[in-house]
Every structure is written in structure tokens, then in C-alpha cells.
């Protein structure tokens, strides 16, 4: 089996979790309303999602 000869400082170990960041997810326009959306998701604003209704919106009464 083998053993590490000897121990790896904090910062060496450190460095492998340094590339990692975040990003922020890529929006795209609804083809129904135009509003921004995150891909391939249901759109929040209207309800579409592939050009067909998947949630319907309830009514505002004014």
C-alpha cells in the first residue's frame, strides 16, 4: 500500500480547491414572451416551455 513520505503543507492542499468558481447560469430569451429565462427550464414569466403552455397563469383581476 502505498504511504505519502511526508505530509502536505495547508496551502499545497489548498491550491487544488482554488480553480474552483461559481457561475452564474446562462439566460436565454423566451421565444413566446422575450423574457430573459434559464435555458432549457419552463419560463416564470409566461408559463411555455418548447412552444406549448406547461403552467397556466392565473388571471390578475383588476
Keep these: 500500500m502505498?504511504?505519502?513520505k511526508s505530509k502536505q503543507s495547508k496551502s499545497?492542499?489548498?491550491k487544488?480547491?482554488?480553480n474552483y468558481k461559481?457561475?452564474?447560469p446562462?439566460?436565454?430569451k423566451c421565444e413566446h414572451?422575450?423574457?430573459l429565462k434559464v435555458?432549457?427550464?419552463v419560463c416564470k414569466n409566461c408559463g411555455f416551455y418548447d412552444g406549448k403552455e406547461v403552467v397556466a397563469q392565473?388571471?390578475?383581476k383588476k
Design 39 to 41: 435555458a432549457h427550464r
Design 16 to 18: 487544488r480547491f482554488a
Design 33 to 35: 414572451c422575450g423574457a
Design 58 to 60: 392565473k388571471e390578475e
Design 12 to 14: 499545497r492542499t489548498n
Design 22 to 24: 461559481a457561475t452564474e
Design 2 to 4: 502505498a504511504v505519502p
Design 26 to 28: 446562462s439566460l436565454v
